[in-house]
């Protein structure tokens, strides 16, 4: 089982749409990141938030980060078809990241 | 810096065959995973080191399985006796802190048949 929950697993949706995906846990977390994954790639990074309330925008990507830093959501703003790709976010356990299963977004042109 | 390096990028082996993976991280980072993928699933943590110390290895690597980093910079992850099980993507991190943002080289992809 994973220890962070991704939701929607899959999302389909057409170029100019909105879109929110999320991340959610029991456990608290000192940070929280989102990578994006593109296929026989790895993982990069997008965003990394500390502080329970943290919002950052990257250009049409809003990442929020919970006021108890258990969960996280990720916005975008009229989706493209360079957004397609797997959304993981990641929580700092001890030593290391700990990963959530991601959310496969395809933007249809 | 080219950022982290991993070789070889596929590798096809025969069950019961041993292969060996190489990561070079980013030189200044310390800090230096090995994480594992399967389709439909993300990243799942195998061990970690900080300098040339391995600190944590997660119960997923079985005793097949071993790493090393012996100067604290280049690392390498081993499996011994494959089995189809261990098809999958196998991925290289490096970072300077353990919450802050990990640099992912873009895997070897291991095919067992």
């Known amino acids: 089982t994973q220890l962070l929950e991704q939701s929607p697993q899959f999302l389909s949706i057409q170029e100019g749409e909105n879109l929110t995906v999320y991340c959610n846990s029991s456990?608290?977390?000192?940070?929280l990141q989102w990578y994006r994954q593109e296929p026989g790639e790895g993982p990069v990074l997008l965003v990394t938030v500390v502080t329970g309330g943290e919002v950052k925008k990257l250009k049409r990507l809003t990442f929020q980060f919970g006021d108890a830093r258990k969960d996280s959501s990720l916005h975008i703003t009229a989706a493209q078809p360079g957004d397609t790709g797997l959304y993981l976010c990641a929580g700092a356990g001890n030593n290391d990241m700990r990963f959530g299963a991601g959310t496969r977004l395809t933007v249809k042109p | 810096d080219t950022g982290v390096s991993q070789n070889p990028r596929h590798k096809i082996t025969k069950r019961g065959q041993n292969v060996t993976f190489r990561c070079d991280p980013i030189s200044e980072h310390n800090r230096l995973y090995w994480y594992r993928q399967t389709l439909g699933q993300g990243p799942e943590f195998l061990t970690y080191?900080?300098?040339?110390?391995?600190?944590?290895k997660s119960r997923l690597l079985s005793d097949r399985f071993s790493a090393e980093r012996p100067k604290g910079s280049f690392s390498t992850l081993e499996i011994q006796r494959t089995e189809q099980g261990d098809s999958a993507m196998y991925l290289c991190?490096?970072?300077?802190?353990?919450?802050?943002?990990?640099?992912f080289g873009s895997g070897t992809r291991l095919t067992v048949v």
């Open positions: 456990s608290v977390f000192s940070s």
């Open positions: 080191f900080q300098n040339e110390a391995q600190l944590e």
């Open positions: 991190a490096s970072s300077s802190t353990h919450n802050y943002g990990y640099t």
